[in-house]
């Protein structure tokens, strides 16, 4: 079966997206799958074998139209190069599916429908309700995302399947020679407390989680920023850290390899997840490679929705916070425990590898890809 894959982001890019992506990928070649990906072409981002980068959305739908794929996998957002994929689709005979993951746009107020802003959000909406509306198939991340777009689109539930995050436990671990390395190289001390906070900089609250630690008393904690960034957008960290007051005891590392994430997460104590209130519908996946090497996660999160869901079924994760005050006491004390905590490491690994192993999840999402396709599951049409 041979798929394509369009993704807003590809290696050698770093972040959530690009990990999904390539989850997806892996397992469906080792499936026996042919995969392309296609993702835009960007200065300073070099070529990488089987990511074909486009120029523009035409050369994109001349490439999908002319190629010779079973299925087209879309990821968002953004979402408007789908749509197009979409109509390519349409017109050529294939199939396509939309990975629909949380849009930011859905939770911010609309601009004035007499600016050039607001016409154009409102074309992108229209767009996605196309998109959604004739997809054959879509996956979500979350219920709660996925309930809200089958009443917002009246789509059909049939077709609308849950495939959320996970982590694999060959790529994500805990390793005590990393710990002790990675602690090394940073110059963190090896009985120092290590908060860490694993993501990209825009959409969380990475300022607030740098005022709370800077409120912190004890000299033996350090804040560990493993970030995601491209160079357009370094400037905003930059801002934020000149704020720091306790700067010297923040480390930052830059856009660290999937592979080699391990190795600092092992080296952290608490998982940290600013993640603000109008996010509710979304479950970020850096709570599922905390897990995977048996960190604690402190979650400063939504009164509702599905994050606030996860932790509620799943309590001895962590613990979880709905303002700063109440993270920044919740803290204090976890860090004052931080013996008896990570005593509890391997309950928390074992948790990840028995209900959210990705290759368990990816399963069902080919076994559907193939459906659409027309292959059964021993691969032949």
């Given at each position: 079966m041979k798929i394509a894959i369009v993704t807003p982001y590809a290696d050698p890019e770093r972040g959530a997206a690009v990990i999904r992506v390539n989850a997806f990928r892996d397992y469906f070649e080792e499936k026996g799958c042919k995969v392309k990906i296609f993702a835009p072409k960007r200065a300073?981002?070099?070529?990488?074998?089987?990511?074909?980068?486009?120029?523009?959305?035409?050369?994109?739908?001349?490439?999908?139209?002319?190629?010779?794929?079973?299925?087209?996998?879309?990821?968002?957002?953004?979402?408007?190069?789908?749509?197009?994929?979409?109509?390519?689709?349409?017109?050529?005979?294939?199939?396509?599916?939309?990975?629909?993951?949380?849009?930011?746009?859905?939770?911010e107020p609309l601009p004035s429908l007499f600016s050039i802003k607001g016409i154009k959000r409102r074309i992108y909406f229209l767009l996605r309700a196309f998109t959604y509306k004739h997809a054959d198939l879509l996956f979500f991340l979350t219920e709660w995302d996925r309930k809200l777009?089958?009443?917002?689109?009246?789509?059909?539930?049939?077709?609308?399947?849950?495939?959320?995050?996970?982590?694999?436990?060959?790529?994500?671990y805990y390793s005590e020679k990393a710990r002790k390395e990675t602690r090394k190289e940073l110059g963190i001390p090896a009985n120092?407390?290590?908060?860490?906070?694993?993501?990209?900089?825009?959409?969380?609250?990475?300022?607030?989680?740098?005022?709370?630690?800077?409120?912190?008393?004890?000299?033996?904690?350090?804040?560990?920023?493993v970030i995601s960034i491209e160079k357009a957008n370094e400037w905003q960290l930059e801002e934020m850290l000149k704020k720091a007051k306790k700067r010297e005891r923040i480390r930052v590392v830059k856009n660290v390899p999937y592979n080699r994430m391990y190795r600092y997460l092992s080296a952290g104590d608490i998982g940290i997840v600013p993640w603000p209130e109008k996010y509710y519908t979304s479950l970020?996946?850096?709570?599922?490679?905390?897990?995977?090497?048996?960190?604690?996660?402190?979650?400063?999160?939504?009164?509702?929705?599905?994050?606030?869901?996860?932790?509620?079924?799943n309590s001895f994760i962590g613990a979880y916070a709905y303002s700063w005050y109440k993270f920044q006491r919740i803290l204090a004390h976890s860090i004052q425990n931080i013996k008896k905590l990570r005593k509890s490491?391997?309950?928390?690994?074992?948790?990840?590898?028995?209900?959210?192993?990705?290759?368990?999840l990816l399963k069902r999402a080919l076994k559907l890809i193939k459906g659409l396709g027309g292959v059964n599951e021993m691969g032949g049409v």
């Open positions: 300073g981002v070099k070529k990488v074998k089987g990511i074909y980068r486009y120029g523009s959305i035409f050369e994109l739908i001349k490439r999908i139209f002319a190629g010779n794929f079973d299925v087209v996998l879309g990821t968002s957002p953004p979402l408007t190069h789908n749509f197009f994929v979409l109509v390519a689709c349409k017109l050529s005979g294939k199939r396509f599916v939309l990975d629909a993951k949380d849009d930011p746009f859905v939770f777009e089958i009443k917002r689109y009246n789509l059909n539930p049939k077709k609308c399947i849950l495939v959320p995050n996970g982590s694999d436990s060959n790529i994500i120092a407390t290590v908060l860490i906070y694993a993501g990209s900089v825009g959409d969380e609250e990475i300022d607030k989680l740098i005022k709370a630690f800077d409120k912190l008393n004890k000299k033996d904690v350090f804040l560990l920023l970020p996946v850096k709570i599922f490679d905390y897990l995977a090497c048996g960190l604690w996660v402190l979650i400063k999160g939504p009164r509702k929705g599905a994050l606030r869901e996860f932790y509620r079924k490491r391997k309950m928390r690994q074992e948790f990840i590898k028995r209900r959210y192993e990705r290759n368990l």
